[in-house]
Nanobody
Framework: QVQLVETGGGLVQAGGSLRLSCAAS????????MGWFRQAPGKEREFVAG????????LYADSVKGRFTISRDNAKNTVDLQMTSLKPTDTAVYYC???????????????WGQGTQVTVSS
């Protein structure tokens, strides 16, 4: 079992930056692809970014491409999401998740964190 805990959420003004971190415990995540998803009130959970187990391949949703950067440190068992140029439309609960491969489909991920709230004010 892999336990995932997200931190780093908060309230930020539009144009600002936040860095989310996902810390894993229980097992190493070095064999897992990792993804970040988000869910806004009344909306379905959507893919934000993904990174393969080596960190050598990343995938981003069009809505965040060029603004968000996903990275991982397998030695520390962590995955980060650096978010810049934040917009009010980025407001959501952000979740990290682990799976064998990167996928935009949330239903294939095996492990999930509890989420961290990101609120971007205009």
């Amino acid at each position: 079992q892999v336990q995932l805990v997200e931190t780093g959420g908060g309230l930020v003004q539009a144009g600002g930056s936040l860095r989310l971190s996902c810390a894993a415990s229980g097992r190493t995540i070095s064999n897992y692809a990792m993804g970040w998803f988000r869910q806004a009130p009344g909306k379905e959970r959507e893919f934000v970014a993904g990174i393969n187990w080596t960190g050598g391949s990343t995938l981003y949703a069009d809505s965040v491409k060029g603004r968000f950067t996903i990275s991982r440190d397998n030695a520390k068992n962590t995955v980060d999401l650096q978010m810049t140029s934040l917009k009010p439309t980025d407001t959501a609960v952000y979740y990290c998740a682990a799976n064998e491969v990167v996928s935009v489909r949330s239903n294939v991920y095996d492990y999930w964190g509890q989420g961290t709230q990101v609120t971007v004010s205009s």
